[in-house]
């Protein structure tokens, strides 16, 4: 509890939640990242009201407020295992003027990944977190369709995680949006076997690149086994990214052309390999 709104009546995490109009575990973020004061009493959050006064009244709360918190509707959405609902979000989201892309990067993702927090902090179970996770995948495949592009290919890339590594979600968040932008995405999913890479590399003709998205951080010696098989494929330049990807010192080991710490800097990236292909453009090492 901050000093200055230290009088006055406290509330439950729950009560601040329904105060704000945010979902429970957003105000769970704001304690654990500080942006809220609170104190636990036998084993409960406190939360003293002037404190939620100051937020409401905040520039950034307000702003929140105006722009509506898209990824908290969708959170509370997924999580009570509404599908109807969690697709209406997005389509409202979109109806309100964000592009597809924003609707997978900017809502999308930042729910999954406040879903995965509430599961680390034992705020989710299990079960919901999978149920959450089967529906963000129907709504992955119902919104793929408006990334359809006419007109010529740009490049062909190959996508997927490594062997051991369950995470396909984060390979179809990126894998649309480049299909947006006119790339041939051949989406491999979630744990590909070293020779699975080799074999799908060693098919494709001109290929652009190959990206690796290893999001358990357990997996990282597959990571390095499939980027030596890609090598011995294909001439093509890998990029890993994902989760996973934190260690600088860890990356140097993998055997990599490039690394991409976000979506948008993979994007960037395989614009510029596109950029670098065409005829006469000077090409650029790493
Ligand atoms: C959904 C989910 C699952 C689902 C996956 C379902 C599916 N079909 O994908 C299931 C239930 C299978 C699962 C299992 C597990 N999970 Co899990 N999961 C998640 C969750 C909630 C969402 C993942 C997601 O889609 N994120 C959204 C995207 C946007 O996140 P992103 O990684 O930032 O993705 C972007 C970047 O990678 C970027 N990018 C940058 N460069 C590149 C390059 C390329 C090529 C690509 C494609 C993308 C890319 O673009 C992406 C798109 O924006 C996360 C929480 C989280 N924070 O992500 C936990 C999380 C990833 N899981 C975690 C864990 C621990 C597990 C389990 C070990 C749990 C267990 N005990 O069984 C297992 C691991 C199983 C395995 N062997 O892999 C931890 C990982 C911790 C760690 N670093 O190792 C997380 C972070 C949860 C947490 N907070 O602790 N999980």
Redesign the pocket.
């Known amino acids: 509890m901050s000093p200055e709104h230290a009088t006055g009546s406290t509330l439950t995490l729950h009560q601040v939640a329904d105060r704000l109009g945010v979902h429970y575990m957003t105000v769970y973020r704001y304690i654990r990242t500080g942006r809220l004061p609170a104190t636990k009493v036998g084993g409960e959050w406190q939360v003293a009201e002037g404190d939620v006064v100051a937020m409401e009244t905040s520039p950034t709360a307000q702003r929140r407020v105006r722009q509506r918190r898209w990824d908290d509707l969708l959170v509370q959405r997924l999580i009570a295992g509404d599908e109807q609902g969690a697709w209406q979000v997005l389509q409202d989201c979109l109806a309100s003027g964000r592009d597809p892309d924003a609707v ?2 900017e809502v ?3 729910a ?2 406040a ?3 509430g ?2 902090d034992g705020t989710i179970d ?1 079960a919901e ?2 149920v ?2 089967a529906i ?2 129907r709504l992955l495949g119902r919104l793929g369709p408006l990334f359809g592009r006419r007109g010529r290919r740009r490049g062909v890339l190959i ?3 490594p062997a ?8 179809t ?3 649309d949006p480049l299909r947006g932008r006119g790339f041939q995405v051949l989406d491999l999913g ?2 590909v076997p070293a020779t699975s890479w080799a074999a799908a590399v060693a098919r494709v003709d001109g290929l652009l690149a190959v ?3 290893a ?5 990282l010696d597959a990571v390095r086994s499939t980027v030596q098989a890609i090598h011995a494929a294909t001439d093509a330049p890998v ?7 934190t260690d600088p010192a860890q990356v140097q080991t993998l055997g990599v052309d490039h690394v ?4 948008d ?2 994007l960037a990236l395989v614009e510029q390999l596109a950029a670098e292909r065409r005829p006469g453009a000077p090409s650029s090492a790493q």
Do not use: K, M, N, Q
């Open positions: 997978y990067l999308i993702g930042p999954l990944a879903i995965g927090d599961w680390a299990v977190e999978h959450a996770s963000a995948s996508l997927g995680a051991g590594d369950l995470h396909s979600l984060p390979v968040l990126l894998a979630a744990d990206g690796i998205c999001t358990s951080t357990d997996d990029f890993v990214g994902g989760a996973a990807i991409t710490p976000s979506a800097a993979a």
